[in-house]
């Protein structure tokens, strides 16, 4: 390290937010050159620390030391200004610009009163070459892939010269080629000075790149470690205050209940927002007992696929049936009332509404029965409840009373998760159902899908994570650009052979590489 003064020194930050502490009395150091990996599970207080290092909350105690400075960080242009860059789990990035408009945004080179387009582009161009991107600085944002996305946020922080970036999930929607590529420059990153902060639930890469890792638990700093001290199961014990043990999970669905199909999909053809086509001419099978799980890269029509199931995109071929049913024409309301649910891949803006509280989000499907619901007239204790018997069953930190918006990302998934269970669906779509999750609250979803699956519930899982589809999948559908390209045996496959499949090889292919 290039000096013992601390690039960043957080001393005794306290945040609380109604009903929750997400930080209590938080120490911390960053020195330039080092990957600090930052784990804990979810409602630890992670992301809340980087929200005030980055000047988007402000702490009710404690300091922030700037390069042996104190300093008030009240803005994320004040600390980008400083050197201080974020990269978000969702991209902020605007799909219609192109890469070097995403990237000089705000911070545009300029000839007198106008906009220098040209410097713009030989600035970006130099930046793509010094790191390796293989990126085209004219290419539109929305025609490039997730991995090459991420490069461009990256490009964002490296144009403004940062010395200190914060990358959230960063490895969340990537293949296991893109994670390997960007791991390697995290590393070179570093190697070049800059300091990093990596927030991870996936302790593998955090131990594989890191220099130190703090552990964080119930808003407070509790560990420091060196990666070559620990193994993955006791940073996941250090995340959690005791032994994690993954449950036994049922790998056998009952085999009388799977010959009977439940979600039928029938040359389905659905267009995107522009009026092209997302998803082209789709046909599966959904069986009672069964979990087909659906892998591809993000931006290859598994939202519109979804919501075309879901009923609020409109199919323009093909057919949807449920339980026998045709409802590719029938409402939202109607599918959920003929037994079709959904955990959306967007918990915040999809899955709940962050200004009610955990109690009103928890009874939205609901609110029109009996007993929540009496002559029009809503009764306030069965509501509540029924809320705290959910909270209770589904282990959220929360009170009935609690704003969603003050949950965390755990927090908020188990709640969605216990509102869409609460009405027995018979096929259950689970978009992400992990995205962010930690160790142990990754393994409780898991657990509880495939309880549900050996009750005879039909389940779609659409994940990016292919550890997860291989673990709980008895069938996998690779979709590239729109169309299933491959279906596969999670028991005969590997996450590089999916990876494969997802960036549009063919199953020749796989097995010319993989027979070598």
Known sequence: METNIPLLQVRGITKAFPGVLANDHVDLTVFSGEILGLVGENGAGKTTLMRIIYGLEHPDAGELFWKGSKVSISSPQQAMRLGIGMVHQHFQLFPSLCVTENVVLGNEPVFGPFFNRRQAYRKVAQLIEQFGFELDPKAVVRALSVGQQQKVELLKALYRRVELLILDEPTAVLTPQEVESLLKLLQELAASGIAIILISHKLREVLTVASRVAVMRKGRVVADVKPSDVTEAQLATLMVGMEVQRGSLPQEPLQEKRDKPVLVVQGLTVLNDRGRPAVNNVTFELREGEIIGLAGVEGNGQQELVEALVGVREAITGKILLNGKDITRISPSKRRRLGLAVIPGDRLKEGVVPSATVAENLITVK?????????????????????????????????????????????????????????????????????????????????????????????????????????????????????????????????EELGLLMLGGTRGQLEKKFDK
């Open 367 to 495: 609110y029109r029965q009996l007993p929540y619901n009496i002559a029009g007239i809503l009764r306030e204790r069965n509501i509540k409840e029924f809320a705290v018997s959910a909270i209770k069953e589904y282990h959220i930190i929360a009170e009935p009373k609690t704003a969603a918006r003050n949950l965390s990302g755990g927090n908020i998934q188990r709640l969605v998760i216990a509102r869409e269970l609460s009405t027995s669906p018979l096929v259950l779509i689970a978009v992400h159902p992990t995205r962010g999750l930690d160790v142990r609250s990754t393994m409780e979803v898991h657990e509880r899908l495939m309880n549900l699956r050996a009750r005879g519930m039909a389940i779609l899982v659409v994940s990016t994570d292919l550890d997860e589809l291989l673990e709980l999948s008895d069938r996998l559908l690779v979709i590239f650009r729109g169309t299933i390209v491959g279906e596969v045996s999670p028991r005969e496959t590997t996450p």
